[in-house]
RNA sequence: GGCCCCAUAGUCUAGCGGUUAGGACAGCGCCCUCUCACGGCGUAGACCCGGGUUCAAAUCCCGGUGGGGUCACCA
């Protein structure tokens, strides 16, 4: 496995502007940056917003924002530009919509006008038999002038490749050799969706072939669907990268890495206080080692000493209090005043006082109970087992509030903006929705953030700390919620 | 469920045919010490199971089991 690498090396991060900027994004452009690094090669910035209903540009300003924050520097980009631009793949669409023709036209791929309504159907039937799975390839026999008329005529249609009826696909990993698939079980995957977006598949594979992306140094989950690439790279006649499949970040329960069990937003780590040079490091001891017998370096040293030939292939569960541990290593390395330097960038900074003293101007009589009122504001994690007494609102039950709770970060999750007046609206909307009296829901919301029943004003003071704090810790409170034994019914006999 | 990947302590890992199976976090104990923390020392804790191959398997092969991924007009 010891191959040469080319001077030429060009890798890619290419993540989808659909949420939080996370941390499997930060750890697989990690060992792409430093792969190109290492080999004197470039690493790009792709983004892939080809969904047009989930993408949003604050997500794309996120990540980069998140991305920079932990240090990776990326030499082409969508803010930057470079040699093969644009890197945001709206802005390519033509380039997809064209590339999906020519295969049409060369007939390694079709138009399939099957409706959502006749997939449903098929989907349902095939469960009940229990025979193959995905679509039927219904469409695959029409000729391309009886397509190309029905196209003319308006209607509505995807393009999908042409997959070998039979053989195998054999794919090569870098890191796990020859892995084979039966082409009789791979789907005619839709390249071209109906609104004339490309799908992943397509657009990726046209992107890193125009952007001369050598090694494909992605998460395993894109492993099974490598074969499809590899079509789609012989159905336009064209050089196939080389694949490297990084083993997923797990949560503690091995599953892959979600925000429900783990704190996933770049932005939770930086605001909860860690250091991106910390968090790098870390990342760069899962599924990789420098060594035997160390585990602390730093990038440019990651840089010097890498190879794949040190990935090992389980599944790394993310370790929050390793991770810590980490953290605190980097921080005693820190002199005294660099520490302070990154208090102030941290939330010692003017700017963040400044937003914290209207909040609490009329609530303080001596400058020392500043700190006392705010306290919340400057931690990551905080304290809900103290408030446990006040974690089910009276007349409530347990039950009753785990699902609220649920139903309020789920609101949260998808609420973008949290600009107060904003966040106070939604609010509102969301315990009318649910049925609950609005001052319920804002005391749980209250407690849920900051784990206090008395606060500077609740929507105010969310928009301070930020979604991905006020996020954490309500999955942290509802985790407490649901170990908390039922309350005694509402008018329970008070014991003598 | 089909297909694919993976498998060393609770967790991250070293090991790439012959080791008293090494390191780190977490745990425990002791030392340092006004407390806590840091630091130091120590301690407990692992090769998933079963077959092969071999003089010799954590290491190679096969099977099982377990975990994970994936089966979208999401990426």
């Avoid at 998140?66 to 802005?91: M, T």
């Amino acid at each position: 496995m010891t191959t040469a690498f080319p001077s030429a090396v060009r890798v890619r991060i290419a993540p989808s502007p659909t949420g939080d900027p996370h941390v499997g994004t930060a750890y697989i452009a990690l060992f792409n940056y430093v792969f190109a690094k290492k080999h004197g090669g470039q690493f790009i910035l792709r983004i892939e917003d080809t969904d047009q209903t989930r993408s949003h540009p604050e997500s794309e300003k996120a990540i980069l924002r998140a991305l920079r924050w932990v240090g990776l520097a990326w030499d082409e980009g969508p803010d930057i530009g470079g040699p093969y631009g644009p890197y945001r793949q709206s802005e390519r669409a033509a380039l997809y919509r064209q590339a999906a023709d020519s295969l049409v036209q060369k007939g390694t791929a079709y138009r399939c006008f099957c409706t959502e309504a006749r997939l449903d159907e098929l989907r349902k039937q095939q469960k009940v038999d229990g025979g193959r799975q995905g679509y039927d390839r219904h469409c695959r026999s029409l000729t391309l002038q009886e397509a190309t008329t029905r196209a003319q005529a308006g209607e509505t249609f995807v393009v999908r490749l042409k997959m070998p009826i039979d053989g195998e696909s054999v794919v090569n990993d870098y890191l796990r050799g020859e892995v084979r698939f039966e082409n009789s079980l791979i789907d005619d995957q839709v390249l071209l969706k109906s609104d004339g977006f490309p799908t992943y598949h397509l657009a990726n594979v046209v992107d890193d072939h125009e952007m001369k992306i050598t090694h494909v140094i992605r998460a395993e989950e894109w492993l099974v669907s490598t074969p499809k690439h590899e079509a789609l790279y012989r159905a336009f006649g064209w050089d196939i990268p080389t694949w490297v499949h990084l083993p997923l970040l797990r949560n503690p329960d091995k599953s892959k890495i979600s925000k429900r069990k783990n704190p996933v937003s770049l932005d939770y780590y930086r605001d909860a206080g860690y250091l991106p040079e910390a968090l790098l490091n870390y990342l760069g001891t899962m599924g990789w080692s420098i060594s035997g017998d160390r585990e602390k370096f730093d990038l440019a040293e990651m840089i010097s000493v890498f190879t794949f030939d040190r990935v090992s292939l389980g599944g790394p569960v993310f370790d929050l209090v390793k991770l810590r541990a980490m953290n605190a290593l980097y921080l005693r390395e820190l002199d005294d005043q660099r520490i302070v330097e990154r208090l102030r960038s941290w939330r010692f900074s003017d700017e963040y006082l400044q937003s914290l003293v209207p909040l609490v101007r009329e609530r303080i009589e001596l400058l020392s109970d500043f700190v006392g009122k705010t306290d919340f504001f400057f931690q990551g994690d905080v304290d809900h087992m103290a408030m446990a007494a006040d974690l089910i609102p009276k007349k409530r039950t347990r039950a009753e509030t785990v699902e609220l709770m649920k139903a309020m970060i789920e609101w949260l999750d998808v609420q973008r903006d949290f600009a107060a007046p904003v966040l106070e609206a939604d609010a509102k909307a969301f315990a009318a929705k649910v049925g609950w009296a609005p001052k319920e829901v804002f005391m749980l919301l209250r407690v849920g953030a900051t784990a206090r029943k008395a606060t500077p004003p609740l929507f105010e003071t969310l928009s301070v700390l930020g979604r991905d704090l006020v996020r954490r810790r309500l999955r942290e409170c509802l985790e407490v919620i649901k170990r908390l034994p039922e309350p005694a019914a509402a008018p329970a006999a008070k014991q003598p």
